[in-house]
């Protein structure tokens, strides 16, 4: 029997090379999506379909989230706060959407108990990200605790193959790993081109740029910072 790992994939350029590092590791993948009326919903899923026909997963789950427009608390969901375009900052930026990976691991646990799944891959990034809090290894690793001890006989392993690479990094293993990244979506406010100024877009441009290679995605603009 194939082991298999639910493959949380948002539809960026991290998830998507987290699910294909599973792929090449032996894992049968069910992809799984989260709508929860991000600015980029729409794009979002659209990129989350094309990355699992690349990867040809075995199984696929889209699960809306209608709650997380109730909390708010984020400028990723509706129009309490501005999504920030003046560059990344210390700090835990107002993008945060609070707990949000702690309820993605959680469904997906689910999933895994269901399906009998080995795995977890989450494409977290703790060097080189915006600052998230649910995106450092010592939560993972609570979670992981956490996750097991309420799971029935079928320990699941969180995997986090990108937690300490930096955005060049990952284009460069995206790029060897063949990781089709004109499918993926990282940018916060739009869906057509990629704004190029919010903190998602600055570190994806970032990345390419140390890393010497084309972004194969479409800008509206490029900060002169970078």
């Not at 590092?21 to 999506?33: P, R, S, T």
Request: charged share 25%; with cysteine.
């Amino acid at each position: 029997m194939a082991k298999s790992a639910i493959c949380i994939i948002s539809g960026g350029m991290d998830s998507a090379l987290a699910a294909t590092i599973a792929k090449k590791e032996g894992y049968e993948i069910i992809g799984l999506h989260f709508n929860y009326h991000q600015r980029t919903q729409k794009k979002e899923l659209e990129a989350f379909e094309l990355i699992c026909q690349d990867l040809d997963v075995a199984k696929k789950y889209v699960i809306d989230l209608d709650f997380f427009k109730q909390i708010g608390a984020t400028a990723l969901i509706g129009d309490e706060f501005d999504v920030p375009t003046d560059g990344l900052k210390p700090g835990v930026p107002i993008t945060y959407v609070p707990f949000r990976n702690g309820i993605f691991l959680s469904i997906a646990a689910a999933l895994a108990q269901k399906h009998k799944a080995n795995a977890i891959y989450i494409g977290v990034v703790e060097e080189d990200s915006s600052g998230y809090p649910d995106c450092r290894e010592h939560f993972i690793v609570a979670m992981q605790k956490a996750i097991n001890l309420g799971l029935n006989e079928n320990e699941v392993i969180i995997k986090t193959p990108l937690i300490h690479m930096k955005k060049s990094e990952i284009v460069k293993k995206a790029l060897e790993l063949g990781v089709c990244l004109e499918h993926t979506w990282s940018c916060y406010k739009n869906e057509e081109k990629a704004c190029g100024l919010c903190d998602s877009c600055r570190l994806r441009l970032k990345g390419f740029k140390e890393a010497k290679a084309i972004d194969p995605i479409t800008y509206e603009s490029i900060p002169e910072d970078i």
